[in-house]
């Protein structure tokens, strides 16, 4: 049918490793180079999560390198989630904080199950940390300006009906119904001509994806000064100690 | 009262074609000179239709020279409506797809008739072509950048009570209240002082017109590039065969 | 707690002032370099109004000098507070038009009396006079481009409901609650780490700030050519006399 699947399965959370990351970029290069293949629908195949976001563990107590390597393939990610050729759908099958957020935004649509014990957004200022500018430019492009103004200052997890209210996700469905609705919503998408699709996406999109790729070695850079510091290692391990605790 | 009626009337659809687009440009000149001319009304003097967009014969088959001068035309036609002086109020009594919609989208205030049978929206997509960037400038500049990313790609022509939702026009009434109607919201923009009005519009417009000043003759080359193609060629032809035999 | 209250009280309708803003300004760096202060609520001591924006007979039959002076002053405003590192909460308890409307618009939240009696908007068009474009770039960054720039051109005043529906303000309260959902929000925002919000809170409004700091001689130097026209001078003595008479 010319449709991928892509399921997510990183126990226990789909966090973003460096190793998940890399992994992702593979398969999702393989298929943009596949002729066959027009769409991607990703999903989750862990209950309850989509995915937790970056890997708090590859920003803790790390080399420079390190830092580097991890950042680098964050960008790269979302360089081809954002800018992919195919459409991309997102059914958002559990909760999906900040970097899981980030990859549901990038797609072309967002479906979510209508569980309100979901909750997805850019909630890395409840951690300390900011998001970076992309992360930011991504969101503005789905939510406009004010929303996301005021959720990335509170950090905001947004339970699954608020998200739709917000324009975050474009449709709720139950979660039995998921799978459906994604493989319809695609069907939809990709009744128009490939081509002309594919520049108009281009079109909306190039601005943004311009900026980080002006700007990639510098953002780098930001990110190990900024994750580098005392007080943010500080505020990251105690987030982990906190998460720890949670699970036992 | 210092308002000026426009009746397309360009049987059977009021075809954007280039004699069409001339005559409108003189118009619209004429008005704009005519001190005592504050405000147009535009609208459709043919039943169920207001505009149904740029005339595919002038894009089809046609020499190199003819589709810059054509496309001049359309620009023109573009810095003419959204850069204007005068108050603008699109009374959309009937379908408008493509240039049609942009001329609405390029108006102060757009009201459109009731009835779901019309619809209105830049489907360019679903003819396999590509709304050119200014077309998604003003589209976005009234949608916001999320809708428009999803009705450009999807090529969507919304029905009336679906494009009042996304804020694509401004208001519906019933067909036999519409010039009543726009003569209303003509008077509330006319009791403004014109000049603070104006420079107030020009404020909000300036940067998209002047992308496109700036770039017009590039825009010309890349729409001769774009419409040359043999691939374009085809689709063009194939719909015009489909709208034939629709006819028939 | 680490909270501010900044009671505006100039009778009889709170009028910026060339003084008055100097004493914000001089109150507002006071605050921002004490480290124990991490919020300010804004409100108002007069009542059923917030405050009446620029005063016009700064404006009226004035030196140059003085207009660059006031003009430096109303720009000194808009950056503190715009750019505060402090969550920034605006309890709008009575009508704020023009200068009072781009208070409340540069806080990071706006709650308002919901009584429909009292209206907030940027209604200088209706004055004859055009809202710089730093007040549009803030405005537009609240309210999105389309209602902005209808509501500019009309100049318009939107009772407390309809300025909610449009997202002007984020909450609408009865006047004997206001106070106390104030210190709640502000309680919500300060749960985050100060550091992390302040630097988001910057990535968001940087672009527009500096917009204003790279052109401020100039944008001085507009409003001094703008304002010392006869026909604006007239204006405002005519909108002065009307006010006058209104009082009386």
Not at 23 to 31: D, H
Not at 120 to 126: M, R, S, T, V
């Amino acid at each position: 049918t010319g449709v991928a699947m892509m399921k997510f399965k990183s126990p226990p959370v789909n966090s973003l490793s460096l190793e998940f990351l890399t992994e992702l970029c593979i398969s999702l290069e393989k298929l943009e180079n596949n002729r066959a293949c027009r769409g991607v629908i990703i999903t989750s195949a862990i209950p309850k999560i989509f995915s937790s976001g970056l890997d708090i563990t590859e920003m803790c107590g790390k080399s420079t390198e390190h830092y580097a390597e991890f950042w680098r393939a964050v960008q790269e990610m979302w360089l081809r989630v954002y800018g992919s050729n195919m459409v991309t759908v997102a059914a958002v099958n559990g909760s999906s904080p900040a970097g899981g957020c980030l990859i549901a935004l990038s797609c072309d649509y967002r479906i979510m199950v209508e569980n309100p014990k979901f909750s997805i957004g850019l909630n890395e200022a409840q951690l300390g940390i900011v998001a970076p500018f992309w992360f930011k430019d991504t969101f503005v492009n789905v939510v406009g300006h004010r929303t996301a103004e005021r959720s990335l200052q509170l950090g905001s997890l947004h339970p699954a009906p608020e998200a739709h209210r917000l324009g975050l996700v474009d449709e709720l469905v139950p979660e039995e119904k998921l799978q459906e609705k994604a493989a319809a919503v695609m069907a939809q998408w990709l009744a128009l001509p490939d081509h002309a699709r594919q520049l108009t996406k281009s079109m909306m999109r190039k601005a943004v994806l311009d900026r980080l790729v002006a700007h990639r070695e510098e953002d780098i850079q930001n990110f190990i000064t900024f994750i580098s510091k005392e007080s943010i290692q500080k505020s990251l391990r105690m987030y982990m100690e906190m998460l720890k605790k949670k699970k036992s």
